[in-house]
């Protein structure tokens, strides 16, 4: 009779498509996560038991056109205030045992499995932030739906902007593609707040229908950000000066925001930081933790605005 195992089995591996002995990734993709480190607005820094953001919140209250010889005022000069945040914690544990070692040696594996394990460990922690973010608030984690509010107002780092309207975001409404691009462009304008605004907004974020609806606007003058991104096949849309993207995560609120702005505030020492790799006791395994203390902010919220449905 046959043997079980034919003789090409026993002398030759199963073809794998693996690159760099990694597993292809089918969930992750962060992109939003990824623009915000590009524009600069990820910040590491040393944090303490909350996140201060000083504001400087209105124009000097006794400022006045005067006449000649009229008293000017010696009133104190308020006009300094601060938005305060919690920080928040994000923990991705990795365990694996000694049995996966003993059967996934270097010199016949297939993928590398710790590499794996490890790579998908740094995947699902900006995953989860990216998800996180357009949220309301995930654990103590804000999402932009406490930053950004459809209405405009809500409490934000301790501020209600219902109270203090200087701290409420920009928004305006739209319907389908007849009116989106116009809701945008009053969002931007209002964000910007002149022309020539060091503070504009550079970049635009809602799911990719929506960015879609909007794309196809455009397609008689359709423009894209980067040249270099375009020959590379990359498509990230413009309107005005700034990067419209599009996020799996996202609904059909038009976040509008700019990196001066808006922040992902890490600890210098704890953002995706990898402890070391301990032997679990009483068992036969090892396991590692990636960790990140962080928050996201904003240091002026009325720079930050939606186009919303």
């Not at 059909?252 to 402890?275: E, H, P, Q």
């Amino acid at each position: 009779m046959a043997l079980t195992i034919s003789q090409i089995v026993a002398t030759s591996y199963p073809a794998v498509l693996a690159e760099a002995r990694k597993a292809a990734n089918q969930w992750a993709e962060s992109a939003f996560m990824r623009e915000l480190e590009r524009q600069g607005a990820i910040e590491r820094k040393d944090l303490g038991p909350t996140i201060e953001v000083p504001l400087d919140y209105r124009r000097n209250q006794n400022a006045a056109f005067t006449v000649d010889l009229q008293a000017t005022s010696l009133s104190k000069t308020e006009v300094i205030t601060s938005a305060s945040y919690d920080v928040a914690e994000l923990s991705i544990p990795i365990t694996w045992s000694m049995r996966d070692e003993v059967q996934n040696p270097s010199e016949n594996q297939k993928i590398a499995l710790v590499k794996s394990l490890l790579t998908n460990g740094i995947d699902s922690h900006d995953d989860l932030i990216e998800q996180a973010l357009f949220a309301t608030s995930t654990n103590g984690f804000l999402g932009l739906d406490t930053h950004i509010v459809d209405a405009g107002t809500g409490s934000d780092g301790g501020i209600d902007s219902s109270v203090e309207t200087w701290w409420q975001n920009k928004q305006s409404t739209y319907v389908d593609d007849t009116d989106i691009e116009a809701a945008m462009t009053t969002v931007w304008n209002n964000c910007a707040k002149g022309s020539g605004s060091k503070l504009m907004p550079t970049l635009i974020v809602s799911d990719s229908a929506t960015q879609a609806l909007f794309e196809g606007t455009q397609q008689a003058n359709q423009r894209y950000v980067d040249s270099e991104e375009l020959k590379a096949g990359f498509k990230i849309l413009a309107f005005k000066t700034s990067r419209y993207v599009f996020s799996q995560y996202a609904d059909t609120d038009i976040n509008f925001l700019n990196a001066k702005n808006f922040n992902l505030v890490a600890s210098k020492g704890y953002f995706r930081d990898r402890s070391e790799t301990q032997k679990i006791q009483n068992a036969n395994g090892y396991t590692t933790t990636i960790y990140s203390a962080l928050q996201s902010v904003t240091n002026n919220r009325s720079r930050l605005g939606v186009a919303h449905v």
